[in-house]
């Protein structure tokens, strides 16, 4: 030790840390640059208009095909930083989103249908993969070979988990629909979805969680990006709770009538043990806890995971009745998170980031609140989730509204249709009529 000391402070003299560089192939992703270029005019065929071939002429569609083959251009980004530069060489730079793009890039269920088409091995249906969970293989481990014997891997759910958090495992995977019933008939068949491949037994109980995990895991980059916003600006609401008589309002009307909201969660704080007089400790564990592992029946009966409330403002005149009215999910706390330690967790995020919205408001001297004193303006147990051209801005709500709808489509809420033109009941593709609910 005391000879690698100075040679140690020796080195840092010669190269002090803020003139330290580094050089890493995974430190900052490479520049993109588009190569698209405007396509030259389409020549004439008819042969008239030549005094010669046509393939003796520069740059021919029929000799020079990639000169008239279109490139796409890069997509635009919402913002764009001050770093931002035209690559030298490049034929285009990076382009800004415009408010109407902004608009289509706030919307949840554009962004769940733009995502990449893959097939479910259940239904033999091309979906968006928001709309199917990956299955990846794992090795199985010693304690469970003899009990899947003739099997050298098992399936397990894969990717769920926000990249921020956990790497999707690379390789062999398949895609199963969203439904906790089809996973749960397909295993009662014993069916082998994969050669040499079995399914793991706990598989739909842990994807529930898993899909419950990713909603916090949201919630927590949600309000890592929130302190990214500049204090002179005013916010653009992300997450407001209501109060009494708004909530009353939606019970009695049977409408949301909030601009830009995409979902509302009613969380209620969770209460303490009867036995144990404690509050169960909020957890963001991948594997569920010892004991928690099956919830709690409740004394009354459940309620639905969501249930669809049509928006308040209809965006087409009363007379285009052909038109569907927008529809907003409606979340219950209690059902659709079950275990006590992760609904701990979710209340105390969607506090912090209430937190973050009060401090900017306190902060911009634009934004001015109007607090009364009544009865009915207490806050309630009910959150609204905004997101539009102007909030997506600030901070990115799509994610958690695609993490909180792949949860009502695990439950069943959108699948469990049998009804005579249903698509996944019709032929040619495997049927599911066949599963009795």
């Not at 949840?108 to 968006?128: E, F, I």
């Not at 439904?179 to 069916?191: F, S």
Request: net charge positive.
């Amino acid at each position: 030790m005391p000879r690698l000391i100075p040679r140690l402070l020796k080195k840092l003299a010669e190269h002090p840390l803020s003139e330290t560089t580094f050089n890493s192939k995974h430190g900052t992703p490479p520049r993109q640059y588009s190569f698209s270029q405007p396509s030259p005019s389409r020549p004439s065929f008819n042969s008239k208009d030549y005094t010669r071939s046509i393939l003796l002429n520069k740059d021919n569609p029929i000799t020079h095909a990639n000169a008239h083959r279109r490139h796409k251009s890069l997509p635009p980004s919402v913002t764009l930083s001050k770093a931002a530069e035209k690559r030298e060489g490049a034929r285009e730079g990076p382009r800004e989103m415009s408010r109407e793009e902004r608009s289509w890039w706030a919307s949840p269920y554009l962004r769940m249908l733009g995502s990449p088409l893959r097939r479910c091995r259940v239904t033999n249906r091309s979906l968006p993969a928001h709309f199917l969970v990956r299955l990846g293989q794992y090795r199985i481990p010693d304690i469970m070979k003899e009990t899947h014997k003739g099997t050298t891997t098992l399936l397990a759910p894969d990717g769920l988990e926000s990249s921020r958090f956990r790497v999707r495992r690379a390789g062999r995977a398949m895609y199963v629909v969203c439904w906790k019933h089809a996973m749960e008939e397909h295993l009662a068949m014993g069916g082998r979805m994969l050669m040499r491949s079995g399914t793991h037994p706990a598989l739909v109980p842990q994807t529930s969680h898993l899909l419950r995990l990713r909603v916090l895991q949201e919630l927590e980059l949600l309000a890592d990006r929130m302190t990214a916003w500049p204090n002179a600006q005013p916010p653009p609401p992300i997450l407001r709770r209501l109060t009494r008589g708004e909530f009353q309002d939606i019970k009695d009307t049977g409408r949301i009538p909030f601009k830009n909201a995409v979902a509302v969660l009613v969380v209620p704080p969770v209460n303490n043990d009867p036995q144990t007089r404690q509050c169960a400790k909020p957890s963001m564990e991948s594997t569920p806890l010892p004991g928690e592992a099956e919830p709690v029946q409740p004394k009354r009966p459940a309620l639905p995971v969501s249930v669809l409330l049509p928006s308040g403002e209809r965006l087409v005149a009363e007379a285009s009745a052909s038109m569907a009215e927008e529809q907003i999910p409606l979340y219950n706390g209690a059902s659709l998170f079950p275990l006590k330690p992760q609904r701990a967790a979710l209340h105390n995020l969607l506090c912090r980031v209430l937190a973050l919205e009060r401090n900017a408001r306190e902060k911009c001297p634009e934004v001015r609140t109007n607090e009364s004193v009544k009865a009915d303006s207490r806050a309630s147990h009910a959150f609204v989730l905004f997101s539009g051209p102007e909030s997506v801005l600030r901070a990115d709500t799509v994610p958690l509204a695609i993490a909180l709808w792949r949860i009502r489509l695990f439950e069943g809420a959108d699948w469990d249709d049998h009804r005579e033109d249903a698509w996944i009941l019709k032929a040619p593709y495997l049927s599911m009529d066949i599963w009795e609910p």
